[in-house]
């Protein structure tokens, strides 16, 4: 089984400070781990993802997120929040074992984490 | 690309009234999912296709909800009957092998209010 943490509900930031959003996981083998940002009335749209390679990963407008094998944790982190990345952030996990199976784009998603960056 | 295309936007119908949701995956795509977000529950996969054949159907609700690809380019998500609990914006994704594997892409979603 596989499974996602995103412990805070909510995060709140002021603009232009740094912003983290947490998520924790839970997969046998390794791990291809996702975030994904929803805007109001829109769909999921990809940031980025770890597949392999430097546990660094950047994606888009700015924001990148670390892989951390040991505390099996892939937060999404931005150096200096904007008021328009305010929005709901999702985490994704898959293993990679089972990628290479019928199921094998099937993701686990968690809650999601409310981002409100104030001006 | 168009990316992928959902139909209806918005969907206000009756309890009791047969609803039918559909969705055009990106082209080449070979994976696609319906899911449903609500307030309560948040984001919940409904249903996964592979090829046109259903895969995991283990998140559809009950039997009033049923789901089919026909082919590599649509599929539809039926609700018979509808019932008020099923007010929720559903999504449909899809994803494709090769380099960008496991990368689901959205559509912008159906909000289906049923009174």
């Known amino acids: 089984a596989q499974s996602v943490a995103q412990p805070e509900d909510q995060v709140n930031v002021a603009e232009g400070n740094p912003l983290t959003v947490k998520c924790t996981y839970s997969?046998?083998?390794?791990?291809?781990l996702f975030w994904y940002v929803q805007y109001p009335n829109r769909g999921l749209q990809f940031l980025l993802k770890y597949i392999t390679g430097d546990n660094l990963v950047k994606g888009s407008y700015g924001f990148e997120a670390e892989f951390n094998k040991s505390q099996t944790s892939f937060h999404l982190k931005k150096p200096s929040a904007l008021v328009s990345d305010s929005a709901l952030y999702f985490c994704a996990v898959r293993g990679a074992r089972l990628m290479n199976n019928n199921a094998g784009n099937m993701l686990t998603f968690g809650g999601g984490t409310r981002l409100m960056v104030k001006p | 690309d168009a990316g992928v295309i959902q139909s209806p936007r918005h969907e206000v119908t009756e309890m009791g009234q047969e609803v039918t949701l559909r969705c055009k995956p990106i082209s080449g795509h070979n994976s696609l999912f319906w899911y449903r977000q609500t307030m309560m529950r948040g984001l919940e996969l409904l249903i996964y296709?592979?090829?046109?054949?259903?895969?995991?159907d283990s998140g559809m609700p009950e039997d009033r909800f049923s789901a089919k690809m026909p082919n590599a380019s649509f599929s539809t998500l039926k609700i018979q009957p509808s019932e008020p609990r099923d007010s929720a914006v559903y999504f449909c994704?899809?994803?494709?092998?090769?380099?960008?594997?496991?990368?689901?892409?959205f559509g912008p979603g159906t909000r289906l209010t049923v009174l």
């Open positions: 994704a899809s994803s494709s092998g090769g380099s960008s594997r496991g990368t689901q892409y």
């Open positions: 296709f592979n090829n046109n054949v259903p895969i995991d």
């Open positions: 997969v046998s083998g390794n791990p291809y």
